[in-house]
């Protein structure tokens, strides 16, 4: 059972390049969530999906873009990234929402933007 | 609304001394708390969580926490610490019915021999 997996744990961008990240699932998990965490910061929700084909904001959505076409994947998109973008990103699964639940984390993707 | 506050950024102990990690919260509808542990370069695993069954929850190695609505608390203990140990924790808020759930800062928990 791989729970949360998250490729890839490391890449490296120019400024304006764009990207990738995956988050797959094994769980059959209706809610998936993208978090970025930063020092002294704790983890901030970038965007979440309550189900397939469904996303919605966080609280830092700027500068990402995800889609959810199947159940169990969902992926995070830098269109342009920035130096800004630098982190440590983190999805994360659970149930759904009719008992409240922990998260899932998959292992991170540390990006680094120059 | 609700929030989280982790009242100490860093925590040093010895091994074999009891560990104290304080966590606060607000919430505007009854809660749920978690406590996860982050070892380094690694993802985020569960500690515990409390629900609203017993007030007292215990965890994976050794851990336990006690939610104490009346002081808005959930610190996190541990009768004796071991080197491994060692990691970041997080407390983290949630509420039933809402999809959000709020991360406290973090406290980085060193364990000198």
């Known amino acids: 059972n791989a729970g949360v997996t998250q490729t890839p744990k490391f890449r490296v961008l120019k400024t304006g390049q764009s990207m990738t990240l995956l988050c797959a699932q094994d769980?059959?998990?209706?809610?998936m969530y993208w978090y970025r965490q930063d020092p002294g910061m704790g983890l901030r929700l970038i965007h979440y999906?309550?189900?397939?084909?469904?996303?919605a904001k966080g609280e830092v959505p700027d500068g990402y873009n995800v889609s959810r076409l199947k159940k169990q994947n969902f992926l995070l998109g830098l269109e342009s990234a920035a130096p800004s973008q630098t982190s440590v990103y983190f999805c994360?699964?659970?149930?759904?929402?009719?008992?409240?639940?922990?998260?899932?984390f998959g292992e991170g993707s540390r990006l680094t933007v120059l | 609304a609700q929030s989280v506050t982790q009242l100490d950024s860093h925590v040093s102990v010895s091994e074999g001394t009891p560990v104290l990690l304080r966590c606060n919260y607000s919430?505007?509808?009854?809660?749920?708390l978690f406590w996860y542990v982050q070892h380094p370069n690694k993802g985020l695993q569960l500690l515990l969580k409390?629900?609203?069954?017993?007030?007292l929850v215990k965890g994976i190695n050794g851990f336990e926490a006690e939610f104490k609505k009346s002081e808005t608390s959930f610190h996190l203990t541990k009768p004796s610490a071991h080197m491994s140990d060692a990691a970041e924790y997080f407390c983290v808020v949630t509420a039933s019915g809402t999809y959000k759930y709020i991360f406290g800062t973090g406290t980085r928990l060193k364990v000198l021999a």
């Open positions: 769980m059959n998990h209706e809610y």
């Open positions: 994360a699964s659970r149930r759904q929402l009719s008992n409240t639940g922990e998260l899932f």
């Open positions: 409390y629900t609203s069954a017993a007030t």
């Open positions: 919430s505007s509808y009854s809660p749920s």
């Open positions: 999906s309550v189900g397939e084909g469904t996303t």
